[in-house]
């Protein structure tokens, strides 16, 4: 289990993280979401000792990752998958690492299975990797030995959907075993399809955590016409209060059932008509994004 407990870091007079503290279980996937510069990053480099706390703790099984003897054992780590050698072979990079953690060197070749690089690609040099490429060799290097707990900073970043459904199955499996899987990313939809959990941070602060399915909780109903005012106007005749969203949507918390009556009496069509699953975490994420986008970005 991974526990971050009360975690600040700051930098000369900026708070990256502020006052985080949530868990990451065995036996799920923990996605960890914010948009760029929420402190994600920073996070996980105190959690794998590479960025000391201003205050307060990240822990491994209730062991800092400097005190761990062989860390490679027991926390498999990918932060940043071109930060890998450029001039040595993928192969040259597991068998190094293999070395390092004492492991045998057939576990190379199982780890280059596992991550779908071919014995040729793996005697290409870094240099000449894809990212995607980049990011199954940090995956494999991270899964090297045989670690209970993998910490993974944006993983699925330049791969592609086949890719990213491989990444998905995998860290499912890992995770099943019992394994802990901590892996952040700044897109909402990238981590829905994987996490079981979500803690998400903004302005480096947790501005909420659960499980998928209590933050993706049915948020009420969002209904579509071609007249959405038309219809928030018929919702409030029949005494359900809604709200116009940006997109055009109609949500309100009466039920579908309840929406598509009033739309009946009142002879409007609806074009959509649904639970507004996720809406809520996803108007939240928007929200954040928004806030946190830098000038001229957001135009
Ligand atoms: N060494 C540093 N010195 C000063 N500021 C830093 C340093 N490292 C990070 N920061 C700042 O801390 C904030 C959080 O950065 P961090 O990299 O943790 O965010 P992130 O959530 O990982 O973002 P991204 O999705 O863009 O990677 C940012 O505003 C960043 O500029």
Do not use: C
Request: hydrophobic share 40%; net charge negative; charged share 20%.
């Amino acid at each position: 289990m991974i526990t971050v407990d009360s975690l600040t870091r700051r930098y000369a007079g900026f708070t990256a993280v502020d006052n985080v503290s949530f868990t990451a279980q065995p036996g799920r996937v923990t996605g960890f979401l914010g948009p760029n510069g929420a402190g994600k990053s920073t996070t996980m480099r105190v959690m794998v000792g590479l960025t000391a706390p201003t205050s307060g703790s990240a822990t491994i099984d209730g062991v800092r990752f400097a005190d761990l003897p062989n860390p490679g054992l027991e926390v498999g780590v990918l932060l940043d998958a071109s930060a890998q050698h450029a001039g040595r072979t993928g192969r040259e990079i597991l068998t190094i690492a293999a070395d390092t953690m004492g492991l045998p060197r057939k576990r190379v070749d199982e780890m280059l299975e596992l991550v779908s690089l071919t014995p040729s690609e793996s005697r290409r040099r870094v240099r000449n990797y894809s990212l995607g490429m980049r990011q199954r060799l940090g995956i494999g290097t991270a899964l090297l030995g045989d670690p209970r707990v993998l910490i993974l900073d944006e993983p699925a970043n330049g791969l592609d959907p086949a890719g990213i459904r491989w990444m998905r199955d995998l860290l499912r499996g890992y995770a099943n075993q019992g394994g802990t899987v901590l892996l952040s990313s700044h897109l909402l939809h990238e981590i829905e399809v994987i996490a079981d959990d979500l803690v998400v941070i903004g302005n480096g602060k947790i501005v909420a955590s659960g499980t998928k399915e209590e933050l993706l909780a049915a948020a009420g109903t969002l209904a579509r016409a071609s007249s959405p005012r038309d219809l928030a106007h018929a919702l409030e005749q029949a005494g359900v209060p809604s709200t116009l969203a940006g997109d055009g949507s109609v949500r309100t918390d009466a039920d579908p059932a309840r929406v598509g009556a009033v739309a009946l009496a009142a002879g409007i069509a609806l074009t959509e008509l649904r639970s507004a699953e996720g809406a809520g975490l996803e108007d939240m994420f928007l929200a954040l994004t928004a806030e946190t986008q830098r000038e001229g970005v957001a135009a």
